[in-house]
């Protein structure tokens, strides 16, 4: 079946210690999306490639970045994790960057910060 | 700017009675409007989309909502729910404007659905 895949399901790391969380899909579609999930809120989009193209929105801070390699892969990079940091990252896929396309979405990470 | 309302944060029911989880929206542009739901430890997966056309839309796992663009609501419907319906359930909007707007979701804050047997 064609998917998303996070890795890992669930990752703990220190304060300031930088981390990194994979994407993948077999979906073959142009975009890819990472929203970060705190406890009780709403997914909030921090960025999104259309194939090579990155898009960072406005409010994003700066500790995070992002790597897309190929069209399967990408990777959401967190310089120096801060206690704030903790939360459900979600990676979704789309096949073009229409608001009206479905976002096909990943099971997410659970990123704890000690 | 988009804004999505879930106006209950829980909602508990019984097991075969009716649901409705109320989701109100607000954007300056046409809006094209999702319902996610969300299992333990798992992803979000749609349930339905309103495009355009008939403002009633039927989705998956028996659930409908219908688009009301005077009262500016996508509310979420289920005749008759079964434990397995058990989730968080996410309404979003994402809008037709240009630039980094095109394909960014926004999210309610969730509503999670309890049925009790």
């Known amino acids: 079946d064609a998917m998303v895949i996070q890795n890992p399901r669930y990752q703990v790391t220190q304060f300031g210690k930088p981390v990194t969380l994979s994407c993948s899909q077999t979906?073959?579609?142009?975009?890819m999306y990472w929203y970060q999930q705190k406890s009780s809120q709403a997914p909030k989009l921090l960025f999104h490639y259309y194939d090579k193209d990155f898009n960072n929105e406005a409010d994003t801070p700066d500790n995070f970045q992002s790597r897309r390699p190929n069209t399967s892969f990408c990777f959401l990079d967190i310089r120096s994790p801060g206690l704030g940091d903790a939360a459900m990252y979600l990676c979704?896929?789309?096949?073009?960057?229409?608001?009206?396309?479905?976002?096909?979405f990943g099971p997410g990470t659970r990123l704890t910060v000690l | 700017a988009q804004s999505v309302t879930q106006l209950d944060s829980q909602v508990p029911v019984f097991e075969e009675a009716p649901v409705e989880l109320r989701c109100n929206y607000s954007s300056s542009v046409s809006v094209y409007l999702f319902w996610y739901v969300q299992y333990p430890n798992q992803g979000l997966q749609l349930l339905l989309k309103?495009?355009?056309?008939?403002?009633l839309v039927k989705g998956i796992n028996g659930f409908e909502a219908e688009f009301n663009k005077s009262q500016t609501s996508f509310h979420l419907r289920k005749p008759s729910v079964h434990i397995s319906d058990t989730a968080e359930y996410f309404c979003a909007v994402s809008s037709g404007a240009g630039g980094t707007s095109y394909g960014k979701l926004t999210f309610g804050q969730g509503t999670i659905l309890t049925v009790h047997p």
């Open positions: 979704a896929t789309s096949f073009r960057p229409l608001p009206t396309d479905t976002q096909y």
């Open positions: 979906l073959n579609h142009n975009v």
């Open positions: 309103y495009l355009s056309g008939s403002t």
